[in-house]
Every structure is written in structure tokens, then in C-alpha cells.
């Protein structure tokens, strides 16, 4: 295999056609249902913190380029962190894990398994991470492999924990140490900065409440992109790998209430949204309020400013291209979301700040002390620059509003299935219980009134947010498409 960086004292990675069959079995990859190629694997470095009889934890980076133009010249190449648990010998307890088995010149046969289901291989991570803690500054800096583990103060970890791997692993994988703390290995990853670091560091900085604590972080510096003549990364020259933040340990997961909810409301039919057990409506409110609160501190401790309506327009329109092309059902609504898109061009200077990005009840936690927002990382189709730039706060209160009119749909899926005849009452509480919660919701975050400028631009980014759902629900979950597909129709419709 190729490899542009002179590090041979790392274990050979395994070959190029071995990551595009893993990539194709993950549920994080982004790139499923586009023709790619893997162009190259670099090898980052090894996990320091390994023990004698311990694996070796290679980290491996694949570049995947995409065969279509679908996305533009930008976004036909991406790069995933692969972290691989090299043992010599077969490990019964992950056989379900081994990704390939392969000869390395001076180490004979490996075995190299998905790291995040190997305990000893976690617990490389997070004594890494605790020696940090004791580093100046709290910054362990690997030589070797140019990773840099950074800790924040304030927590001492537990190292007797055990890791668990989160089984609904999203865009990137996260792995619980007990109950004392979550780590993200981030999948996708790019030069610069990464946006749930850099906002969990800001929050947890300040002591935000609404947010888990941040422990710390990993970077990488890459040899190739170091200034010339200096151990100084270059401009775009560091990648952070992963983050450690606080374990929510009461923590539910708002989706999931959500759908319990519904499903309450489902089983009494008869009963208005308001009466059933399990009523949103209190919940919604404290989101609506959490949400107001995160915003306040991104608007007090990152930069804002203002852009023009024709901008934020410009900026949506020019993804339905692109939308249009992988998701042709689209098409047929192209006039209408255009002719939203224009009432935004009408509006003059809008307010921006920095913002959640892609906010929905999966990213939101109740635990006993309140809800907390999680995963700032932006829509994970975005290119870095764009998720960092400053956006209208509606955009938040356009992906929650999107999230309480999936749910009662996501319901009905299966509820259909055994209950058929109970279409059009369901359809009707499922319209009640959607509204009811979204009221709650925008009353608690923007008080009873509404101008009818902020109106406009919610509703484009609903219809924005749909579109951008119709394209990842095609890529991801293709049964689920018509939910996403059945809002743009209404947006046209209204
Ligand atoms: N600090 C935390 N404590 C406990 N669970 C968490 C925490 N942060 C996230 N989670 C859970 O992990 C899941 C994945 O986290 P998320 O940040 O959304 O990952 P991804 O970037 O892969 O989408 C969330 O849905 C949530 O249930
Ligand atoms: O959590 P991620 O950053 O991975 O976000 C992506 O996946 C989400 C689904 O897991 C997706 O959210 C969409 O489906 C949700 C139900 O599963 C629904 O509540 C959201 O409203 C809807 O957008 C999200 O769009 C995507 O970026």
C-alpha cells in the first residue's frame, strides 16, 4: 500500500479494498449509495498508553474519493478515522469485530480489529487522556506519532472503568467509560478545528449547565502539513480525532421520549394530546427554554454579526441543485421552495451567530437535572468552513420543529402494521400531538409572538432542513423518505 508518510516504525495498514468493504458495513459512513473508490490509506499513529500484553491501537486515516459529481469538485473527497486493535494472535471475544488479517514485514501476521469494541484498546485512550491530566497545561504530546491528548480541569478519571461501545452508533462512534465518562471518535474528519469541541470547550468553560462538560480532546498534527522548517502545524494542518466529556448518566434520550409519548397518546386514542399519560407538552416547554439559554451563551462567547436575506437565500437555493440530483423526488417542488427561498431574499439584514446546526430530538438529553444539547458538530454533509460560520438561530428552532413532526410519523410506521383501520384518527392525533409540542416549544424559546419576519425565515429553513433530510433519508433510510418528502409537498401546498 501507498503511504506518503515516512513513519516505518508503524505497522503496515491493511490494503486499500479491505476498507471499502468495512466502510460499506458501518452506519457511519457518509458516503452510502455513491460509487467511491478507497485513493489512500495514511497511518496516523499509534494510541499511546499501550501495556505489554496489550494491542497496539493504529490509527488509520482513509481517503475515500467518490466516482459522482453529485456534491461539486469540494466534497468528492473525504477522509475517515479508522482506529485498528492490532493483536498477533486471534481474539475469540471480538471475533465479530475483525476488519482483516494481514502479513506486516517485521511483525509477522496481524489480526486488526475495529478498535471501539475492544476494551484493552479503550483503555489505551483513556490512560492517554489521564496522563494528559498530569502534563503541563494538560497537554500530552506524542512525538512519534504527532497526537497531542488535551484535558480541561476539573475531573479526575476513573481508570478501573470498562467501555461500551453506544450501539446506535450515528456519524461517528461513541464509546461509554462506566458511568464516569463518553468518548467520540469522530468518523469524518477535517482539517481545522472541530465545531462539538470547540463549543463543548467555550460552554464548559463558562459552566454552562445545559450542555456535558468537556474532559478533553485529541489532535493530530500532520507531518505533511507542518510549516516549513518548524514542528508548527500549517495552516489546516491539525485534525482532532476525538473528544472525552462527561457521561450524562441519568440521561434520556429525547427521540426516544418522544416516541413513547406518541405511542401513549396512540394507545388512547379517544384522548386529546393534552390528556394522555405521557404529554409533551412540559417537556417541549423546558426544551424551548434550554435551547434559548445555549443560544445566549454562543451569542455571548462567539462571534455574530449580521448577513443579508439575499445570502441566507442564495445559501439555500443553491443546495437544491445538489439535492434535486440525489433525491429526484424533490423535483416536483422546486417552484414552491424557490418561491419560499425569494421571500428570504426580501428581508434585509438578518442577525447570525454561531448555532447547534443540525438540532433535532436525538441530539437532545433529559436527564434529572434538565436537558441537555448535545453534538454541535453541524450537519455532517456540510463542509467544515460552512459549519462554522454564523447562522440565524432559526435554523435550531427549524430542525426541533422538523423533529416533533417526525416522530408521530416514525410511529406510525409500525403502529400501522397491526393496527391499519386506525389511519385517519392516528393522522389526526399525530397532527395534534406534532402541534401541540411545537407550540410549547416556540412559545418557551421565542415568547407568544412571532414577527412576521422571523416567521419567514423559520419557515425557509424548514422547508431547508426538509430538503436536506429528503437527501439523507434517500441515502441512509430509503423506506423513510416519504416522511421528509410529504413536508416539502405541504411547504408547496400552504
Ligand atoms: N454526554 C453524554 N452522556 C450520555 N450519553 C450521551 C452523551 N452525549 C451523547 N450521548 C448519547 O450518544 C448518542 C450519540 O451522540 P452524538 O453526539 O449525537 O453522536 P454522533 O455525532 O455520532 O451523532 C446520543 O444520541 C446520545 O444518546
Ligand atoms: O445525529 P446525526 O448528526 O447523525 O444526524 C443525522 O441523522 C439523524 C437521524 O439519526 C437525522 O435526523 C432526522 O431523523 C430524526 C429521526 O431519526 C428526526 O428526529 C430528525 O428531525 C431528522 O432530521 C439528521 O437529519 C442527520 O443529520
Redesign the pocket.
Same mark, same amino acid.
Given at each position: 500500500m501507498t503511504d506518503p508518510t515516512s513513519t516505518p516504525d508503524l505497522p503496515v495498514a491493511p490494503d486499500r479494498e479491505v476498507f471499502v468493504d468495512y466502510l460499506g458495513r458501518t452506519r457511519w459512513f457518509g458516503g452510502k449509495g455513491r460509487p467511491f473508490t478507497v485513493s489512500d490509506v495514511r497511518r496516523v499513529g499509534t494510541v499511546p498508553g499501550a501495556v505489554a500484553d496489550g494491542p497496539v491501537v493504529l490509527l488509520c486515516l482513509v481517503e475515500v474519493t467518490y466516482d459522482d459529481v453529485v456534491a461539486g469538485a469540494d466534497d468528492r473527497v473525504e477522509h475517515y478515522q479508522v482506529p485498528l486493535a492490532l493483536y498477533p494472535e486471534p481474539q475469540q471475544r471480538i471475533e465479530h469485530a475483525l476488519v482483516a488479517t494481514w502479513q506486516d514485514p517485521d511483525r509477522g501476521l496481524l489480526h486488526g480489529y475495529d478498535a471501539l469494541h475492544d476494551r484493552e484498546a479503550m483503555a489505551c485512550w483513556l490512560r492517554s487522556f489521564d496522563r494528559a491530566a498530569g502534563e503541563v497545561g494538560g497537554n500530552l504530546v506524542d512525538g512519534a506519532s504527532s497526537l497531542a491528548f488535551h484535558r480541561l480541569a476539573g475531573h479526575d478519571l476513573d481508570l478501573d472503568t470498562h467501555s461500551t461501545l453506544f450501539s446506535g452508533e @450515528?456519524?461517528?462512534s461513541s464509546v461509554a467509560f462506566g458511568e464516569d465518562a463518553l468518548m467520540k471518535v469522530f468518523r469524518k474528519v477535517t482539517p481545522g478545528v472541530n465545531p462539538d469541541v470547540q463549543v463543548h470547550e467555550v460552554l464548559s468553560r463558562v459552566g454552562s449547565t445545559d450542555v456535558a462538560a468537556l474532559y478533553g480532546w485529541v489532535d493530530w498534527v500532520d507531518p505533511e502539513q507542518r510549516e516549513e522548517g518548524t514542528d508548527r502545524p500549517g495552516p489546516g494542518g491539525v485534525m482532532q480525532l476525538a473528544m472525552l466529556q462527561q457521561f450524562l448518566r441519568t440521561a434520556s434520550d429525547g427521540?426516544d421520549l418522544?416516541l413513547a409519548s406518541v405511542r401513549d397518546l396512540y394507545r388512547e386514542p379517544d384522548l386529546h394530546a393534552s390528556e394522555a399519560g405521557g404529554d409533551f407538552a412540559g417537556e417541549a416547554t423546558r426544551l424551548g427554554h434550554t435551547l434559548r439559554a445555549v443560544h445566549d451563551l454562543l451569542a455571548e462567547h462567539f462571534p455574530t454579526g449580521s448577513a443579508s436575506g439575499a445570502d441566507l437565500a442564495a445559501t439555500m437555493s443553491g443546495r437544491l441543485p445538489a439535492a434535486l440530483a440525489a433525491a429526484p423526488g424533490l423535483e416536483a417542488h422546486r417552484g414552491a421552495l424557490e418561491a419560499l427561498f425569494e421571500q428570504v431574499r426580501a428581508l434585509g439584514e438578518v442577525p447570525v451567530q454561531r448555532v447547534h446546526g443540525?438540532l433535532?430530538?436525538? @441530539?437532545t438529553l433529559r436527564t434529572a437535572l434538565g436537558w441537555k444539547i448535545v453534538?454541535f458538530?453541524g450537519? /455532517?454533509?456540510k463542509p467544515l468552513h460552512e459549519r462554522l460560520l454564523p447562522d440565524s438561530p432559526w435554523r435550531d428552532v427549524a430542525?426541533?420543529l422538523?423533529?416533533f413532526?417526525?416522530?408521530p410519523r416514525?410511529v406510525e410506521r409500525t403502529w400501522a402494521e397491526d393496527d391499519p383501520d386506525g389511519v385517519e384518527l392516528r393522522t389526526r392525533k399525530a397532527a395534534e400531538w406534532a402541534n401541540r409540542s411545537k407550540n410549547h416549544f416556540l412559545v418557551a424559546y421565542a415568547g407568544e409572538h412571532i414577527s412576521p419576519e422571523h416567521r419567514t425565515l423559520l419557515h425557509a429553513y424548514i422547508a431547508d432542513?426538509a430538503v436536506?433530510?429528503t437527501v439523507?433519508?434517500t441515502r441512509?433510510?430509503p423506506t423513510?423518505v416519504d416522511i /421528509?418528502l410529504r413536508a416539502v409537498a405541504e411547504i408547496g401546498a400552504s
Open positions: @450515528q456519524s461517528n427521540w418522544a443540525d433535532h430530538l436525538g @441530539q453534538d458538530e450537519e /455532517p454533509a430542525g426541533m422538523r423533529s413532526d417526525y416522530a416514525v432542513k436536506y433530510e439523507y433519508e441512509n433510510r423513510w /421528509p
